[in-house]
């Protein structure tokens, strides 16, 4: 079965650099979540799209945003990336039947240097 | 606000034993809790949910949990521990009624053949 899919798995940047982070959703699903995760830490949630609308924003930084195509993929942008943001980046998604199971991508492993 | 607590960042077993690791939540309404389980270099995959119903909810892999209101507990079990079983295990618990969870900090169980 296809699965959330997150591109690159690894990336390695610069401070004050920017950085894409690309998830692609499984199909059908309405619902898509951004998660970061620091070394040694639990999944920190930064922000949801419904519908390729905005529905929640939890601590994501000024300098990061994110937005969800029309083909449902969603794209996380980070700009003047600082050495504290060096972490795994997950997506997840979810269909709005079973809102409470959330599938997650391998994630993206993002290095600030 | 919403949380769950995981009293402990270890779990140690043998195999063929069974193995508890410790949930205990903090909500205010009913509560959506949910247990994920992450390989190394994976992303989270669920493992079961208890939203309303019976107190023991069967999930994934042979795991259940027993939700105990009177102890606000929400532990994750399971009759005999599997080697594979090693991994880290966040409890989960959704924020209002939003789609946001909140994860635990995380037990590491270590099954011992």
């Known amino acids: 079965a296809a699965g959330v899919i997150q591109s690159p798995r690894h990336l390695i940047k610069e401070k004050r650099e920017t950085a894409t982070l690309k998830c692609y959703p499984i199909p059908r699903h309405d619902t898509v979540y951004w998660y970061q995760q620091g070394p040694g830490q639990d999944p920190q949630f930064l922000i949801s799209f419904y519908e390729k609308m905005q529905s929640d924003k939890g601590s994501i930084p000024d300098r990061f945003s994110a937005q969800q195509f029309s083909d449902y993929h969603s794209e996380l942008n980070m700009s003047s990336l600082e050495l504290g943001d060096s972490a795994l980046y997950f997506c997840?998604?979810?269909?709005?039947?079973?809102?409470?199971?959330?599938?997650f991508g391998s994630g993206t492993q993002l290095s600030v240097l | 606000a919403q949380s769950v607590a995981q009293p402990e960042d270890q779990v140690n077993v043998a195999e063929g034993n069974p193995l508890t690791v410790k949930c205990t939540y903090s909500?205010?309404?009913?509560?959506?809790l949910f247990w994920y389980v992450q390989y190394p270099n994976r992303g989270l995959q669920f493992l079961l949910k208890?939203?309303?119903?019976?107190?023991l909810v069967k999930g994934s892999y042979g795991f259940e949990a027993e939700f105990n209101k009177s102890q606000t507990s929400f532990h994750l079990k399971k009759p005999s521990a599997l080697v594979s079983d090693s991994a880290l295990y966040f409890c989960a618990v959704r924020e209002g009624n939003t789609d946001k969870l909140i994860f635990g900090t995380g037990t590491r169980l270590q099954v011992f053949p």
């Open positions: 997840a998604s979810s269909f709005t039947g079973e809102g409470e199971k959330l599938f």
């Open positions: 909500v205010s309404g009913n509560p959506y």
């Open positions: 208890y939203i309303t119903g019976d107190n």
